[in-house]
Structures are given as C-alpha cells and as structure tokens.
C-alpha cells in the first residue's frame, strides 16, 4: 500500500539553528499539508501546498518556516532559526485531490530544540 | 474560526465495553468529517470518513460513527472493544471545498485494560 514517508524519524537541534524536514508524498497526490503536535497537544495545521504553491497557511507559519517541493517526489520544511517552542512532531500529509478525499500521513518526524 | 471538540481526554475501559466518544464542530456549511486513530509509536491512520449520504459511516476494525448535522455532532462508537484499541483517537474536520485543511480535535487517549 502506498504510504507518505518522512525522514528523519528523530532530529535534535540547537535553538538558533535552520533544520529540514523531508517528506515524500504518495506519488499520485496532488494537494499535501504540513502539521505539527506538541506533545501533549493537538495536532495543529501549519500550511498546504497546491500546484507548487502554498494554498492556505496558519498564524502558526510565520517567517521562520518554509515550504518547497524541490522536485517531482520530496515535500521539504523548513524552519529558518528554530526556537525551543518550535519542539513538536511534525506530520506530513497528501491527498489525492481536494475536496471528498482523505488525507494519509506519514510516521512524523520529531523536532527536538535544544 | 473553526474548531473542533473532542469532549473526553482520556477513557479507561475494561475489554468488551461499549464506546463513544463525542466530537463536536464549529462549521455552519458543509463539512466532511474524519476519525483519526495514532496508536503507540504509529502514524496517524483513518478509521473512517463522512462526506455525504448515510449518516451512519462503518469503519475499519468494528467502529463506526454517526453525522447529526443538527448539533454539529460526529460522535465515534464501537460496541465492544478489545485491548488492542488502546490508542489515541482525534476528530477532524474540513470544510467540503477542494483541498483545504483537517482541523483537528485534541485528541482522547483511549486505555482499554484486558
């Protein structure tokens, strides 16, 4: 069965610090999202991506994060100076088009700021 | 802004319970509705979908859930759980146009003790 996969499992970073997290999208999907969960929290949505542009972003994504899908498969993050706050499990999402559709996630990849 | 409620945070059951956890939404046009369940360690996977038709959806593993458009509910229900149950189970909402964002509930830890 197709899956979203995400790397890294695990990164550890110091505050200050730019990190990138990758994810591939299942290959046939069109639309794919970022989320993100601190622990003990709910899962809040951070920013879509349609026709390699960012369709709809939260208060959440400010300056410091970025979107880019630098070729046809991966799906990137970007956190620009990462704060101590920024310490969550980020979830990648796609789905195959919008609309009655849903959405697969990948296994997450937790951010630890240092 | 939308929102998304999830009234228990945490059930404790005994094995061959009956369940129900309530989901509530802000959103006055059309919806589609998710259940959501991340057991330990896991991604988050889809137990069942709503986006028009019977209002009574059936989902994997013996759960299901009901659409009471008159008070915003999508409350999830299986009539006796098993140990392997045990995990964390979110609401997600979006609206129904094409490609816009889960909103998610903050979660409800379910412990099912055998």
């Known amino acids: 069965e197709p899956e979203v996969t995400q790397t890294p499992s695990h990164q550890v970073t110091q505050m200050g610090q730019e990190v990138i997290l ?50 046809g498969s991966n799906f990137t993050l970007k956190i620009r100076s990462t704060k101590l706050e920024d310490s969550a499990m980020y979830f990648c999402a796609s789905r195959l088009r919008g609309g009655n559709t849903e959405a697969f996630f990948g296994q997450g990849t937790r951010l630890t700021v240092v | 802004a939308q929102s998304v409620s999830q009234h228990n945070h945490h059930v404790i059951l005994s094995e061959a319970a009956s369940l129900e956890l309530g989901c509530n939404y802000s959103y006055g046009g059309t919806v589609n509705l998710f259940w959501y369940v991340q057991y330990p360690g896991q991604h988050l996977q ?69």
């Open chain 2, 46 to 114: 889809l137990l069942l979908k709503y986006f028009s038709g019977d209002p009574l959806v059936k989902g994997i593993k013996g759960f299901e859930a009901e659409f009471i458009k008159s008070k915003f509910s999508f409350n999830l229900r299986k009539p006796s759980v098993q140990w392997s149950d045990t995990a964390e189970y979110f609401c997600a909402v979006n609206p129904g146009q094409a490609g816009t964002a889960l909103i998610f509930g903050k979660g409800t830890t379910l412990s099912v003790s055998s």
């Open chain 1, 22 to 71: 990758r994810c591939v999208p299942i290959s046939n999907h069109l639309y794919f999202y970022w989320y993100r969960q601190i622990l003990g929290q709910k899962v809040e949505f951070l920013v879509s991506f349609y026709n390699n542009e960012i369709s709809e972003k939260s208060e959440i994504f400010d300056d410091q994060f970025s979107v880019e899908r630098p070729d």
